[in-house]
């Protein structure tokens, strides 16, 4: 496949800055059923009932960016990517890090806080930092394309988020309220959660000019077999969230519930548990909008068309859809007799 077939035009006025007030005002175009209708995130209710699984992400943004200085006063970024095994230590991003040496270390207001070890190519370094310094200095990390700061850094997390493992939020869950996921389980819906932890890869576009060359990056996951098991017996599993697609996808792939994932799921990918999925709208060029062809096929096209023309808001603070595998040119839909069980 050609990366250019997943190029299309997003202007910057489409790009959302800030999130809508509630979360689930946010709008929401449904296409699981003949037509394609408008509806708003807090509709979702009305779309799920007995036997459906709701699986969310519940991983939590940490507050990974951290504004230092050198001994001789110059400024440096430092963005933490991923815990390494070794207690303290990092994988991160180091800016400018051509000026930034091993063994390199860095102030905030005079405190050491941050030592700069060696360099691990990708502009990434490792970097030794404690849990205490990153909560007194830390800031949640924006992606690249918000230029201005959240007036209320609790809207680049989900209600339901946990643990702080994450550079980036599952956006597709920064839509759900607390009455709206209490009336998805008075639907008859099991709502459960899993969780990936979302590196900065998510952002990045494919740079190769065929998607089958494109090197994906690795995030962790984990499920609890409890959760695992209701999503087998599930009728229909929605995903709130590619994270939570890569998550279950992976799982049943190598029927491990936890570990790490490269998986880069595109056009033919044999899709094992995940029957609809709820979404932002992406990047162009992006390996979450491959993801999407994936599930739903070339239609993706009309639909983000019809998105654009109708004013939905793009992106991480933007508008969703709902989408499901059985819509035309898409892939077949999964039951509870094929899913694959590890």
Sequence with gaps: MNVEDFDYELPDSAIAQEPLEPRDAARMLDATGGNVVHRSVSDLDQLVGAGDVVVVNDTKVLAARLHLRKVTGGAVEVLLLTQTAVPGQWEALVRPGRRVPEGTTLYLDGDPLVDVGEVLGDGRRLV???DQAIEAAGEIPLPPYIHSPVENPDRYQTVFARNATSVAAPTAGLHLTPDLLGRIEAAGAELVAVELQVGLGTFRPITAGRVE????HTERYKVEP????????ADRVLAVGTTVVRTLESAAATSNLSGVTDLFITSGYEWRVVD???????????????????LIGD??????RTALSDGYRFLSFGDCMLVQADWPGGAERSSIETRHKP
Aim: charged share 20%.
């Design 276 to 294: 609809r999925l709820l979404t932002n709208f992406h990047v162009p060029k992006s390996s979450l909008l491959v993801l999407v062809q994936a």
């Design 299 to 304: 239609s993706w096209r009309d639909l983000y």
């Design 226 to 233: 409890e959760v695992w098991a209701k999503v087998m017996a």
């Design 213 to 216: 060359d494109h090197v994906m």
């Design 128 to 130: 030794s930092v404690s």
